[in-house]
Each structure stands twice: as structure tokens, then as C-alpha cells.
């Protein structure tokens, strides 16, 4: 429009301009968020946006509404026997949401290819299953369009197909202009904005069925034909519902993996995805742990705190657990570095659990012996609460680590190494 070429020289000052809601209105907008109640009128204000912000606005706006519905095409799909008989499976519908969620917050060139997965999976049934399917695909349309016009119609597409779904046109639109406000006051310098930002629903938002039934039969299932561990998919739900921060690293790499066949069956789908889940799982935890290693030097490697501060006890009997606590370090970090490896081998992660488990069974042996010693008498030196952490550092550190051993053993298993 005439207006923003005046007051804007480019695009960053016009996103600049659209943040600031009030003044952004005033100067171009011709549709406000609260006019936002049917298919037309979204597709209106998304054009109204900065071309820079526009694709995103749009696959923020698709995948939420799409989300919203999932429950009906997973239970659809998964649980009824005659929808189950289609080619389309409630795993592409599940995929289709987790693209879309992904692409809104890493829109990159991987993740736009994906999104080219939505016509081969493409529903095109008249039941109210079938539209949440459709509205999951449309996600991926607008992931994946290369201008932004298109993507609008995506996110157009997927949110009307969510409001047959849902068969409560006027939830679904008022939850589409919570949306709209969540992603003007929230969207990055980088225009990114992820789909945790806030709760999913807001208000009264009927489903038949609703997620809490679809939850418990994916929980429950024991049909010998179908069943599979949804676990993954049942947290990762269960956060986006709340509004609880993503592991945006890892849903990309469940996202772009090339070692899941997402033309399998849910059982191996699903058993792929759990070993990158465990993957990430461990490298969350070996970050915390490294994250306190110089809290817990400070009370076990130091030899001026060792000297003025602890007990003789720990003096004398330290050379033995300060080596047991320099091979956890040591071990941690090969761990760590054998896990961001693109294929990590099974037999040297299992072997590096094992050499956890002894070291640290070492260190808490040697804890536990001098427990009451070190409270006491480090209580002296430095107060009853130096004394306490001086006492239970090692232990509670210790206790981390073998965590992460048994850890590293278990997810060996899972990669086929015995």
C-alpha cells in the first residue's frame, strides 16, 4: 500500500511497524484481528502482512488449528477398524503436524521439502476424520508454498478444514484470533515464531472424541494388529497443549531423519523416533551434569579446599575417588561425543555405560562410608550448609552419572547392540 511505502524503506522497518499493533493499524491495516471469523477474512489479514512475516503468520496460524483437531483424525485412524483399512494412517497425520509445528519455528530449506510429503498422504473423504486429516496436510502446504501467497492459502485451508472438524465454527475461529494476537506479540526479530508460545486452546473447544479418551486408548491399546508405543507422541501433545517448551533440536531431527521409513507401520515408525527421543534424552542430561562440574571440583579436585576445608578422612582416602571422578568426567565427555555422532556405535556406548556404572559405584561406596565423618566435620569449617553440600555433592553427582550409564546400556540395546 501507498502508506508503508512512505513511512517504511524496507521490509525490517515495516515488521518494525507491524509490532507496534496500534500504530501499524492506524497506518495500513484495513482488518483487524477482531474481524477474523471465517476462511475470507483470515486469507485478508494474512495479505495484509509484511511479505517478510507472511509465511510464517501463516504456518504459525495452520499448524495450531490443525493441532487442535489432531485428536480426531489420530483416534479416527488409529483405532477404528473401517478408517483404518485407508492408506492414509494417523502416523502421516501425525507428521503432517509435527512438519508444520517444526517449520514454524526452523523455516528452513529441509523442512519447506517436506512439506511435498502432504500429496502423497492427501485425505480426501467427507468425514469429520477426514477433515482433520486435511487440515493436518494443509499445515504442510503452507509449510512448504514458495511464496507466501500460497502459504496463506495453506493456512486458510487448514484452519477451515479444522472448523468441520471440529463442527464448532465459532471455537475454532476465536482460538484463530487468540493465535493471530500470540503470534504479533511474540514473533522473533528473525520472524520465527515457535507453537509454544502459549496453551493450544483457549476457551470451551468440544472434540468428539477428545483427546483425554484418544490418549487412553493409544495408552492401552493391545490390539496385536495396530498396537505400538505412542509415548513420544503423547508427551509431545501433551506440551503443546499446556504450551510447555519444545526440544525444537531433536522434533527437527525426528523431522528430517532419513532413518525413519515413515511408510512403515506405526510399531517401527514409532521405534525409530524412541531412539532418537532416548538420543536427545541423554545429551539433555549429560549437559546438566557437565553444567555443575565446576560446583563439583570445588569440593573434590581442589587441593586448597581439600587441606583447609574437609575432613583428614577425605584427605586421606581421596586419590582412590578423585580417579574414579576424573574417568566419569572423561568417560561423559566421549559419551557425549559418541552420541552426536551421525550413526553412534552400540558396542562403545555400551561399553562406556559400564565404565560409568563402575566408577561411580566407587565413588558412592566411598560416600557412603564417609557420610557422617564429612557433615560433621566440614560442618565446623565452613557452616552446617557447606557442610551438607561438601557431604552430598559427590553422591548427588555421582548419582547423575551412573544414571547416564545405565542410560548409555539401555539405548545400546535399543540400537542393537545386545
Known amino acids: 500500500m501507498a502508506g508503508n511505502a512512505y513511512f517504511c524503506k524496507n521490509e525490517n522497518d515495516l515488521f518494525f511497524l507491524y509490532k507496534t499493533r496500534r500504530l501499524s493499524q492506524w497506518l495500513y491495516v484495513a482488518i483487524s484481528i477482531d474481524d477474523i471469523k471465517d476462511k475470507e477474512s483470515l486469507v485478508t489479514w494474512l495479505n495484509e502482512r509484511p511479505e517478510a512475516v507472511r509465511q510464517n503468520c501463516a504456518v504459525f496460524i495452520a499448524a495450531r488449528s490443525a493441532l487442535r483437531v489432531l ?26 503436524a509435527l512438519i508444520s509445528s517444526v517449520a514454524a519455528k526452523l523455516s528452513t ?19 469429520i476424520v477426514d477433515a482433520a486429516a486435511t487440515s493436518a496436510y494443509g499445515t504442510c502446504d503452507a509449510a512448504n508454498a514458495d511464496a507466501s501467497a500460497k502459504a496463506v492459502s495453506g493456512a486458510a485451508f487448514a484452519t477451515d478444514a479444522a472448523g468441520y472438524a471440529a463442527d464448532a465454527a465459532a471455537a475454532v475461529w476465536r482460538n484463530v484470533r487468540a493465535d493471530c494476537s500470540a503470534w504479533a506479540d511474540h514473533a522473533a526479530a528473525d520472524v520465527t515464531c515457535g507453537i509454544d508460545i502459549a496453551p493450544l486452546i483457549e476457551g470451551e473447544f468440544e472434540l468428539t472424541p477428545d483427546w483425554p479418551v484418544v490418549r487412553e486408548k493409544l495408552l492401552n491399546d493391545r490390539d496385536p494388529k495396530r498396537v505400538a508405543d505412542w509415548s513420544f507422541w503423547i508427551v509431545w501433545y501433551d506440551k503443546i497443549l499446556r504450551g510447555d517448551p519444545q526440544d525444537w533440536v531433536m522434533l527437527y531431527e ?33 549437559a546438566d551434569l557437565k553444567a555443575q562440574r565446576d560446583q563439583l571440583a570445588s569440593f573434590t579436585a581442589s587441593a586448597e579446599m581439600r587441606s583447609h576445608n574437609m575432613p583428614p578422612e577425605l584427605v586421606d582416602a581421596d586419590a582412590r575417588v578423585t580417579q574414579s571422578i576424573q574417568i566419569i568426567w572423561d568417560t561423559i565427555d566421549e ?23 563402575r566408577a561411580t559405584a566407587e565413588v558412592i561406596r566411598y ?32 548419582d547423575a552419572a551412573k544414571k547416564i550409564g ?8 535399543l540400537l542393537g547392540g545386545g
Not at 109 to 127: E, I, P, R, V
Not at 339 to 357: H, N
Not at 406 to 411: I, P, R, S, T, Y
Request: hydrophobic residues 40%; glycine residues 8%.
Open 71 to 96: 485428536a480426531i483424525a489420530v483416534g479416527g485412524f488409529q483405532c477404528s477398524d473401517w478408517l483404518r483399512k485407508r492408506e492414509v494412517t494417523a502416523i502421516h497425520c501425525v507428521r503432517c
Open 109 to 127: 530449506d529441509d523442512m519447506k521439502k517436506l512439506g511435498d510429503y502432504a500429496s502423497d498422504a492427501y485425505s480426501d473423504g467427507d468425514t
Open 254 to 286: 525426528i523431522a528430517v531423519s532419513q532413518e525413519i521409513d515413515w511408510k512403515a507401520n506405526p510399531r517401527e515408525v514409532n521405534a525409530a523416533i524412541a531412539r532418537i527421543f532416548e538420543k536427545h534424552r541423554l545429551l539433555r542430561e549429560i
Open 335 to 357: 559419551a557425549e561425543e559418541e552420541l552426536r555422532e551421525e550413526k553412534p556405535e552400540p558396542s562403545r556406548l555400551k561399553k562406556l555405560g559400564e565404565v560409568l556404572s
Open 367 to 398: 560416600c557412603g562410608q564417609k557420610a557422617d565423618i564429612m557433615v560433621t566435620e566440614a560442618a565446623k569449617k565452613i557452616g552446617a550448609a557447606g557442610g551438607v553440600a561438601a557431604a552430598g555433592l559427590l553422591a548427588s553427582q555421582t
Open 406 to 413: 545405565n542410560g548409555l546400556v539401555e539405548f545400546a540395546k
